[in-house]
């Protein structure tokens, strides 16, 4: 996702933290929220010493496939890099100054692994020698999900989380039920779904917006909701 996307995947994760991961989130991140934090992993990009975690922000695979059959990227992919997160995480043994970075990092990933075409294909880098027309401009497919159909909207992050649907407990229980791997299904799908109904060069607007912003805010907001779950089991 673009700045605005990842900063509502963590305001919508703050309100599902439990007391005790609040706690220690707080101490890491000295108070900062986790909206505040969850672009550093794009931030970094500026600095040619963190370039090996770039292929941590997606996975490519074809479509109709399974990841585990997939071969592997041996840079990583974004299944290896929230697991590693988690990992360092858990670790009594990792420094502080590891557990800040590998944190800042997971809020991150958590929310590109929602964005449906971060779980891409190879041939086009996940829609990004994929060329459209976003309200007359030419651009991409990736930009038009990182960023242009939430910016079409004209709201603030803040405006954007508050708007998020109210879930029942068995919603709520669905959404954080399964593994990184799951979700990454879920992603997979919807990138899937959105090929079919998208040709290259095609013109897209309000109506392409209309048709995919309830999918898009509703995968902010799992990856908010699955968020939060991750964090709650990892600091218990
Ligand atoms: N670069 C190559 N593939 C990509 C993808 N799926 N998402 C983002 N950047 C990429
Ligand atoms: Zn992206
Ligand atoms: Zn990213």
């Not at 673009?2 to 995947?9: L, P």
């Not at 858990?90 to 970075?101: M, P």
């Not at 190879?122 to 939430?150: P, Y």
Request: include cysteine; aromatic fraction near 12%.
């Amino acid at each position: 996702w673009g700045k605005t996307g990842h900063r509502v995947t963590g305001e919508i994760a703050e309100k599902y933290l439990s007391k005790k991961a609040k706690k220690e989130i707080s101490k890491l991140l000295d108070a900062h929220s986790l909206a505040f934090v969850s672009n550093f992993g794009d931030d970094i990009k500026s600095d040619a010493k963190f370039d090996h975690f770039g292929p941590w922000h997606y996975v490519n695979f074809p479509f109709g496939a399974r990841y585990e059959d997939s071969p592997k990227s041996e840079k990583g992919d974004i299944i290896i890099g929230i697991n590693k997160c988690i990992t360092i995480l858990k670790d009594d043994r990792s420094s502080r100054e590891d557990k800040v970075f590998y944190l800042k990092m997971l809020v991150h990933f958590m929310g590109d692994l929602h964005q449906p075409l971060h779980i891409g294909l190879a041939e086009d880098k996940g829609g990004n020698d994929f060329q459209v027309r976003w309200f007359g401009e030419g651009t991409n497919l990736h930009t038009v999900w990182d960023s242009s159909i939430l910016e079409s909207y004209q709201m603030s992050y803040s405006e954007i989380s508050k708007n998020a649907d109210v879930l029942s407990e068995r919603q709520l229980e669905a959404i954080q039920k399964g593994t990184p791997l799951d979700w990454m299904y879920d992603s997979r799908k919807l990138c899937e779904n959105i090929y079919e109904n998208t040709k290259v060069g095609e013109k897209l607007g309000y109506e392409y917006m209309y048709k995919y912003m309830n999918v898009l805010r509703s995968q902010l907001q799992k990856g908010g909701i699955r968020l939060a779950a991750l964090l709650n089991n990892i600091y218990g």
